[in-house]
């Protein structure tokens, strides 16, 4: 039973870390989680008052790159690894709607995208991994065995996110929700390096009418066809 790569891409909020997640426990696999990473070094980005609303000092946060340090940590009673900015656990801070606001605008950096991509193929070296994000299939591990690419529709994928973000008691409008998912489908497929697209030899689910039980039986069985 040899260890296979799993690429999971696609647009926010499709789902991919229920997935991945669910997946990996099945399997025994390690689930990393990138778009995590990139929501730190967001978080970092904010906290350093490098990104605002109206500004974006991009030289000062390629210049810091060196000293942003990223790690997970597996939490055994969340059964899935948690997010630490240098030694700091950030798990709940990355999630806020403000970050969501900044975060691809910091993924269009091609220094940072260098950096975490390096981590994130060190990370996958020994394979038994399940890696979701938007250029997993195409950029970090092109030689992926399994690669799926999820989608949904926007207004789908908005009404998920606003019931988690409600669910965690934060004070959201829909229509901002909706606006910051149309936003990062945008830039992410737009940008210059690495933009969102689906691998060639990627299997795109479209989950909007499908169940968790439903995407994760067809995407174990794809595993078990390999
Ligand atoms: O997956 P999640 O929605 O948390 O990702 C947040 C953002 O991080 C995405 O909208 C995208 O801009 C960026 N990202 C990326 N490449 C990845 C993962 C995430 O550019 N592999």
């Known amino acids: 039973n040899t260890k296979i790569t799993i690429a999971i891409d696609g647009f926010s909020s499709t789902g ?4 991945a997640k669910q997946l990996a426990k ?5 689930y990393v989680d990138t778009g995590a990473m990139y929501r730190a070094v967001a978080l970092y980005a904010m906290e350093q008052g490098y990104i605002s609303a109206e500004t974006f ?18 939490n055994a009673d969340l059964g899935f690894a948690e997010m630490f900015l240098n030694g ?3 798990e709940k801070e990355i999630r806020t709607i403000e970050v969501s606001g900044f975060v691809s605008k910091v993924a269009e950096v091609s220094q940072v995208r260098a950096k975490l991509v390096e981590q994130q193929q060190e990370m996958g070296k020994n394979k038994g991994i399940v890696m979701d994000g938007r ?3 195409t950029v970090v591990f092109p030689d ?4 799926i690419f999820m989608t949904a529709s926007a207004e789908t994928r908005a009404q998920r996110r606003y019931d988690e973000l409600i669910g965690k008691g934060d004070a959201v409008s829909f229509e901002d929700v909706l606006q ?13 390096d690495s933009p969102l697209v689906i691998a060639d030899d990627a299997i795109e689910i479209d989950n909007s009418h499908l169940t968790r039980e439903e995407q994760f039986n067809i995407v174990l069985d794809l595993v078990n066809n390999i």
């Open 26 to 30: 099945h399997l025994g696999y390690i």
């Open 180 to 192: 910051n998912v149309v936003e990062r489908d945008y830039i992410d497929t737009h940008r210059d």
């Open 57 to 74: 000092d991009k030289e000062s946060l390629i210049r810091d790159i060196p000293q942003v340090k990223l790690h997970f940590e597996f």
């Open 88 to 90: 700091r656990n950030v």
């Open 16 to 19: 991919k870390s229920t997935l």
């Open 144 to 147: 992926a065995e399994l690669k």
């Open 135 to 137: 250029d997993i299939g």
